[in-house]
């Protein structure tokens, strides 16, 4: 018996499937990009080159920096470390013996040893010492001799304050300020900017390798590339680190962060020292032997309270106001807390800790500590030391870079140099620039002129072209 063949039924061709939230804004991202990446390339580029040398100023000078407890140190070992005795005489004999080594001065703050060799700091607000600076003894605090006499920058000692001032100004005042707030401002954006362009690339040709890895068999400009993008990689953190830090000692943006700051309350907290109008009234400016004995009861008082060394003592510049003695030790863990002492009975008055901080400001405190390589120690230095050395290898080979496609020597010039920026990528940038300026004034500005000088420059070359 033979079977019948039946046809087999013809089946409806597949309906695409519509388009998924996901793809639909994954496809929206990509055409987004597309129009930002020649304007973010140009950015980079040009960025990278002309703010490149304040950059790589601040990195050189950061890298001094950080060497700098160790040549404290060196430099004024005989300042800071006595032999050991047996009994520490009062801070009213040592504030005695200070004086007589800074005469016509007025005491400004007192700092006991922290370690047993260690020697007291007394600080003088003097005649004939430079803005901002002061004039410190330190004494043995057991014999009372006074070991030397520095002017010193806050508790730097004047090795540090000098490489400090290089690398916050240059030594060019208000003026070299600028070079420190461009070259903290620009660090982040070249950051960001340059860590899109690498993972886009490399996510593009599947190279996750190359992400993090320099590619060991690529010569020429391409090894130099590799190097510079996968370095960058690696210190991007640490400069984003830098820059919101070093922001906050700027001229401009650093009056605005602190401005917000105290909007939000955010500031570092510090201790009342209003006194009752029933307590006796202690007159300010007192005779440096009286200064010492009222920074003994302070010191006690303090004690009592809880707080350990390392602290500093200030007598109070008005008649009728508490002193105020606070821990000062920034390296992990912190020790930041304050209180507000009566000089006449050596009760404390008010206190604040470090546990009541607000957060933001206790973010800031340990954010400055790390900038200044305090907070973890010789660890931290060296952390810094490779930020910093990272930062100078990524700003000279991306000068290398521009060395080898420089029209001279046969390239094409800037990267991106025939893509031009559609006017909406424009718009969001120039957007982003005006923003920005109300708050960081020295990016705000210079981002407007990188818009205006980058649409000029493209349209002469486009008219060149033509002609």
């Known amino acids: 018996m033979s079977e019948t063949l039946e046809p087999a039924p013809i089946e409806a061709p597949a309906r695409p499937e519509p388009p998924t939230v996901s793809s639909a804004r994954g496809h929206r991202a990509r055409r987004l990009w597309s129009n930002l990446r020649p304007l973010v390339v140009r950015l980079h580029f040009y960025v990278g080159l002309f703010v490149g040398p304040f950059i790589l100023v601040a990195a050189v000078t950061g890298l001094l920096y950080t060497i700098t407890p160790q040549l404290d140190r060196f430099l004024y070992d005989d300042a800071l470390h006595t032999s050991v005795g047996a009994t520490r005489l009062d801070l009213r004999d040592q504030v005695a013996a200070a004086a007589k080594a800074v005469p016509g001065a007025t005491v400004t703050e007192i700092r006991p040893p922290i370690s047993p060799d260690g020697t007291t700091r007394v600080t003088f607000d003097a005649p004939g010492v430079a803005p901002?600076?002061?004039?410190?003894?330190?004494?043995?605090?057991?014999?009372?001799?006074v070991k030397a006499v520095l002017d010193t920058f806050g508790e730097w000692l004047p090795a540090r304050a000098w490489i400090d001032a290089l690398h916050r100004t240059l030594h060019l005042g208000d003026v070299g300020r600028g070079y420190s707030e461009l070259a903290a401002s620009w660090l982040?954006?070249?950051?960001?900017?340059?860590?899109?362009?690498?993972?886009?690339?490399?996510?593009?040709?599947?190279?996750?390798?190359?992400?993090?890895?320099?590619?060991?068999?690529?010569?020429?400009?391409?090894?130099?590339?590799?190097?510079?993008?996968?370095?960058?990689?690696?210190?991007?953190?640490?400069?984003?680190?830098?820059?919101?830090t070093g922001l906050t000692w700027s001229n401009f943006a650093g009056t605005n962060v602190g401005a917000l700051r105290a909007a939000l309350h955010w500031t570092t907290p510090s201790a009342a020292t209003r006194l009752p109008p029933t307590a006796a009234a202690v007159p300010a400016n007192l005779e440096?032997?009286?200064?010492?004995?009222?920074?003994?009861?302070?010191?006690?008082?303090?004690?009592?309270?809880?707080?350990?060394?390392?602290?500093?003592?200030?007598?109070?510049?008005?008649?009728?106001?508490?002193?105020?003695?606070?821990?000062?030790?920034?390296?992990?863990?912190?020790?930041?807390?304050?209180?507000?002492?009566?000089?006449?009975?050596?009760?404390?008055?008010?206190?604040?800790?470090?546990?009541?901080?607000?957060?933001?400001?206790?973010?800031?405190?340990?954010?400055?500590?790390?900038?200044?390589?305090?907070?973890?120690?010789?660890?931290?230095?060296?952390?810094?030391?490779?930020?910093?050395?990272?930062?100078?290898?990524?700003?000279?080979?991306?000068?290398?870079?521009?060395?080898?496609?420089?029209?001279?020597?046969?390239?094409?010039?800037?990267?991106?140099?025939?893509?031009?920026?559609?006017?909406?990528?424009?718009?969001?940038?120039?957007?982003?620039?005006?923003?920005?300026?109300?708050?960081?004034?020295?990016?705000?500005?210079?981002?407007?002129?990188f818009l205006v000088g980058d649409l000029v420059w493209d349209r002469l070359r486009v008219a060149g072209s033509h002609r």
């Open 132 to 145: 901002d600076f002061a004039r410190t003894a330190f004494v043995d605090p057991y014999t009372g001799q």
């Open 288 to 449: 440096p032997a009286s200064v010492g004995a009222v920074a003994d009861t302070v010191l006690a008082g303090a004690r009592a309270a809880g707080l350990i060394d390392p602290v500093a003592i200030t007598p109070a510049t008005a008649t009728g106001r508490a002193w105020h003695v606070a821990q000062v030790k920034r390296s992990w863990p912190l020790r930041q807390d304050a209180v507000a002492v009566d000089p006449a009975t050596g009760a404390v008055v008010d206190t604040v800790r470090w546990r009541d901080w607000p957060f933001m400001a206790k973010a800031a405190e340990v954010g400055i500590s790390a900038h200044m390589g305090i907070l973890f120690g010789v660890a931290n230095q060296v952390l810094l030391v490779v930020l910093a050395l990272g930062i100078i290898g990524v700003v000279l080979w991306g000068y290398r870079m521009w060395w080898l496609r420089r029209p001279t020597a046969g390239g094409r010039g800037a990267p991106g140099g025939t893509q031009r920026p559609g006017m909406a990528s424009i718009a969001i940038v120039g957007a982003a620039a005006i923003a920005l300026g109300v708050f960081f004034p020295v990016l705000g500005a210079s981002l407007v002129l």
């Open 188 to 244: 982040w954006v070249l950051a960001v900017s340059g860590l899109a362009l690498w993972i886009v690339r490399r996510r593009a040709r599947n190279r996750i390798r190359g992400l993090l890895l320099p590619e060991g068999s690529a010569r020429g400009r391409v090894r130099i590339r590799s190097w510079h993008g996968a370095v960058g990689v690696w210190i991007a953190i640490g400069m984003l680190g830098l820059s919101v």
